[in-house]
């Protein structure tokens, strides 16, 4: 009787909203399936792409995972965790975005039925760990290495690499032409680590075929005064004067005051700030540079004396670009024209300014250090120019990946069934419920060849079929077997040229495990009022002067 009458404990604030137990869990992971459902169609080079329009009115067109998953606004708690992993990929490995968030996808998916039948989530994270670390050593077992290859061998090899990614790409109609200049760009840098060392500049117009690759720097033209048109446009080994100062009569004037007694004084002033600037202007040329480049401007007086002695000027050229010359011409950035030394200035083989589409260009190739280059993309829509930005993005990281890391392994699928299949035959030497959960673990990697089949308009229960057969061969000659997308049958993807870096493999499936372990291991949402109302207070609280009764400031009331 004692125990009816004690008193209710509360112990959150009225209006938390707290969902525990089976039901979160599997709500936690249909909100998990959803988000995977919608880059779904996206993987492979049969994918479809999304148009996503935001709320300022931007389009983008994309078939990138991280970018639609950046895109798209979840406010589910667990579903972030998807886009979380998605980013991840991207900032590490570059591609295989969709693969990942489609692995963590499947493999809820498949803990599901599991955990409606009454299983502990904590036995299934403890065989799913078990799972991708097996699977992990079976990736480094299978791998290829491309090392002590010669350079043209390995160029060909990266370039394979390159094409895999950007098949599924919207360029990916022109891959052997971007796969080239991709492989050339990302050898130009050299073990260069800075990503920023590889430009790229988007030119609407032409097509696809008319962009090109810059060994060395090219960018926009700046804003140029009266005077320019008397600048030569092209130079045979100049050197080359980088600054981060203003070339104009206006910097010199400070917020000094200056009291004078006699009104011929004020001449001498004026006559002192052209002086300046004169003096300023002839270390320049003194210095024996013939391109002068600055972060800030270069006024009209600067640019008629510079064209005078048939030096080439460019001021406001943006801070990347000015260190990317700075890297490929081993100049140094100064900030003052005292002293400059012959250390200081860069240098290139050829200097020009050329037309490119509407845009004219200022080309500096041939530099001695050669640890940058620029890619110059063309093409039709302004959207299509994007995304075939991104696209080169990812194909360079993987180019990145595959030259530091150098082992490959069979894509279409191909390895994704081979661990598969490897992990069923482990699972049956395995006593206890684990057996079943590993299985699960190994049906969810085969969603990728599916996903393949389906996004090609294949039958993928046949190819399925075809693919597990091949693989169960004893002599293990069935490895490298995936889907073959131009005949709707399987082929092996090694001699197809279908391949990725490993570490793609290796990072996707860690990701997507641990996402999938971590929507797992929760069991309770707790959801605050007050971060909810948070907002509504602020709003209630803004404007100035406002007082009670959310009355404005003139006495208006608000609407």
């Not at 430009?199 to 700046?222: C, E, H, I, Q, Y």
């Not at 191909?414 to 598969?420: T, Y």
């Amino acid at each position: 009787m004692a125990s009816m009458m004690q008193p209710q404990i509360i112990l959150l604030k009225e209006g938390t909203d707290t969902s525990q137990g089976k039901p979160q869990l599997i709500s936690n992971i249909n909100a998990c399936v959803a988000v995977s459902d919608v880059v779904r169609t996206t993987l492979g080079p049969r994918g479809m792409d999304k148009l996503i329009h935001d709320d300022k009115g931007n389009t983008t067109i994309s078939n990138d995972g991280a970018t639609i998953m950046k895109l798209l606004d979840i406010v589910h708690p667990a579903a972030k965790i998807l886009v979380d992993i998605a980013k991840s990929q991207d900032s590490e490995v570059g591609d295989g975005t969709t693969t990942v968030v489609l692995l963590a996808g499947e493999f809820l998916k498949e803990a599901k039925p599991f955990i409606e039948d009454g299983v502990h989530p904590q036995n299934l994270i403890r065989s799913y760990r078990t799972a991708a670390s097996l699977a992990i050593e079976k990736i480094k077992e299978l791998a290829v290495s491309i090392e002590g290859k010669s350079l043209e061998e390995k160029k060909s090899l990266l370039a394979k690499c390159a094409a895999t990614t950007l098949s599924s790409k919207l360029i990916g109609g022109e891959k052997e032409f971007f796969s080239t200049m991709v492989v050339d760009a990302v050898l130009a840098i050299g073990l260069e680590d800075r990503l920023n060392m590889i430009g790229m500049k988007k030119v609407p117009g032409g097509t696809m075929r008319d962009s090109f690759l810059v060994n060395g720097v090219a960018f926009k033209k700046t804003f140029s005064y009266a005077g320019f048109e008397q600048q030569p446009k092209k130079f045979l080994n100049p050197k080359i004067l980088l600054l981060n100062i203003e070339l104009e009569l206006k910097s010199e004037k400070e917020n000094a005051e200056i009291r004078l007694s006699d009104p011929l004084q004020y001449q001498s002033i004026v006559d002192a700030e052209w002086n300046i600037i004169y003096d300023k202007l002839d270390k320049c040329v003194k210095s024996g540079a013939k391109v002068v480049l600055s972060r800030l401007a270069i006024g009209d007086l600067a640019t008629q004396y510079f064209a005078d002695r048939d030096i080439f000027c460019a001021g406001r050229v943006a801070e990347e670009d000015l260190h990317r010359v700075a890297a490929a011409a081993g100049g140094t950035v100064q900030t003052t024209v005292n002293n400059i030394i012959d250390e200081v200035l860069g240098t290139c083989d050829v200097f020009e300014e050329k037309q490119v589409g509407n845009e004219r260009f200022n080309i500096f190739s041939g530099c001695p250090s050669g640890r940058t280059a620029t890619i110059v993309l063309r093409g039709g829509a302004d959207q299509f120019i994007e995304e075939a930005e991104r696209s080169l993005h990812d194909a360079i990281m993987i180019v990145r990946r595959a030259l530091k890391n150098s082992t490959v392994v069979a894509g279409g699928g191909a390895i994704d069934m081979e661990i598969s299949r490897y992990l069923r035959q482990h699972a049956r030497t395995i006593a206890g419920k684990s057996q079943l959960f590993i299985n699960s673990y190994a049906k969810a990697l085969e969603v990728i060849p599916r996903q393949l089949c389906d996004n090609a308009g294949f039958d993928a229960t046949d190819v399925l079929n075809k693919l597990r057969q091949k693989h169960a061969l004893p002599s293990g000659e069935g490895a490298p077997y995936g889907v073959d997308i131009n005949t709707g049958g399987i082929a092996d993807s090694f001699t197809n040229f279908v391949w990725e870096p490993a570490v793609v493999k290796i990072n996707a499936i860690n990701a997507a495990t641990e996402a999938a372990c971590l929507v797992l291991s929760v069991d309770e949402t707790v959801k605050n009022p007050k971060s909810e109302s948070a907002q509504g207070d602020a709003a209630a609280m803004g404007g100035r002067g406002r007082g009670r009764g959310g009355y404005g400031g003139r006495g208006m009331r608000r609407r």
